[in-house]
């Protein structure tokens, strides 16, 4: 569950900055 919320949180971060 830790890991996948990491993951989550990385691949939210990169869309945020797509679309910046």
Known sequence: M???K???L???ERV???NK
Do not use: H, V
Request: aromatic share 0%; with cysteine.
């Open 2 to 4: 830790r890991l996948r």
């Open 10 to 12: 990385e691949t939210l």
């Open 16 to 18: 945020i900055e797509k």
């Open 6 to 8: 990491c993951r989550t």
